[in-house]
Each structure stands twice: as C-alpha cells, then as structure tokens.
C-alpha cells in the first residue's frame, strides 16, 4: 500500500491486499461469539387469555370460555342468578363487579356457582375461579358465567371478557346482534352467527349476528 501525498488514509492496493490470521483457511471470514438471543417476556394470565379467545373467534368456532382468575379477599358472596362485569387487576387477574341484572353494565350472569376448581356445564361458559387470598393455590370455588343479553342487545369487544360492553347497534364499534332463544336451539342461529349454549337454569342459545346495515 501507498500513503496519500497528504499523509491521509492509504489507498487500496488489490496487490496488497493482508492474508487471513494464522491458522484461518483462506477465504473464510472471522467469526465471533454468537449473539445472545433476548428471552421472551412472559405472558400474564389475561393476555394468554386474550390469545386463546381470538384464535376462537378466527376459527369461527364462537367460544367465549376462557378461565378468569381473582384473588381478592373480600369479594361478595355471590349466587345463581346474580349479575356482574369482570376487570382487569394488577399482575394479569380479574375481579368482579356486581351490579343490578337490568344495568347496561351487567355483563354477564352467574348461571352456577361450583366448589372448588370446577368445570361449567358448557364449554360455552366463562369459568371464573375465585381465591380466598393470593396464597391460596387451590380455587375456592368457580363462576359459570354466562352474557347477560336479550334479544336485540348489540355488543363490542365480543371475545374480550373484560372489555365486551353493551352498545347501541348503531355504534360503529358494534360487533354483534343478539337473539336468545329458550333450550337447545343452535340450529336456530344462522349459518353466519356464532351460539353459544348455556344449560341454565334457565336453558338458552344465544345467537350473536354479526352486524350489517339492516341494523
């Protein structure tokens, strides 16, 4: 190589180009120590919730089951036939709320209340597990939770238990149309709808229409 007049940066030679380390076969480029990969941050118990329900919802098979986990100690003693809205707690829990069963934000309604960790009659159903307090690690008891809606209620937010709402059906936001039908009447729904079984008492299906501009 050759130095610039000015005593710069030297000029390329191509014939004098420096050869590989000792030991290096030629032609093959020094390699470093692997760069290590990040660790992926761990999921909370909402967003594999979250997860799970919009694969569902892609797949059209329309189950809102998920397992809801609260670990408040001084929740309401609750029964069959109560009303209530979930939240989202700190850590990726859930609480809920009971309200009045003709209040707009009466989303779902408690069907059957089970000892223990205990599967719903229905796949169709939001299990909701209840902790006596954050050490527990066995669930006192489960919620069979079911959507609180009659026929021509319109809701957003269908596969998010948290954030599903009652809203008028010509919100923009509006994602469903309701029809509730008395027993076991799927065949009912359209071919467009997704419904949801609920074994009660009192039995129902709930047809969710997707909405369109004749609502």
């Not at 309200?99 to 719903?120: I, L, M, P």
Request: net charge negative; proline share 9%.
């Amino acid at each position: 190589m050759t130095t610039t007049p000015t005593g710069g940066a030297p000029e390329y030679d191509p014939f004098n180009v420096p050869g590989p380390p000792p030991g290096m076969p030629p032609g093959m480029p020094e390699v470093g120590p692997p760069t290590p990969f990040p660790r992926p941050t761990p999921l909370s118990v909402l967003a594999k919730v979250s997860i799970v329900l919009g694969v569902v919802a892609a797949l059209g098979l329309g189950s809102l089951a998920a397992w809801g986990i609260s670990r408040s100690s001084g929740l309401t003693t609750l029964e069959a036939g109560k009303c209530l809205y979930l939240t989202d707690e700190a850590g990726g829990g859930q609480s809920y709320n009971t309200v009045s069963c003709t209040s707009n934000r009466a989303t779902f309604r408690v069907d059957q209340v089970r000892t223990g960790a205990s599967e719903c009659r229905g796949a169709d159903y939001v299990q909701f597990e209840l902790f006596g307090s954050s050490s527990d690690r066995k669930a006192k008891s489960t919620l069979c939770l079911a959507l609180n809606v009659e026929t021509g209620d319109c809701l957003r937010d269908v596969v998010h238990e948290t954030r599903i709402a009652k809203v008028r059906c010509s919100d923009i936001s509006a994602e469903s149309r309701v029809v509730v039908m008395q027993g076991s009447s799927e065949t009912a729904c359209a071919s467009d709808d997704t419904a949801l079984h609920y074994a009660g008492p009192p039995e129902r299906t709930v047809c969710l229409r997707p909405t369109g501009e004749n609502i």
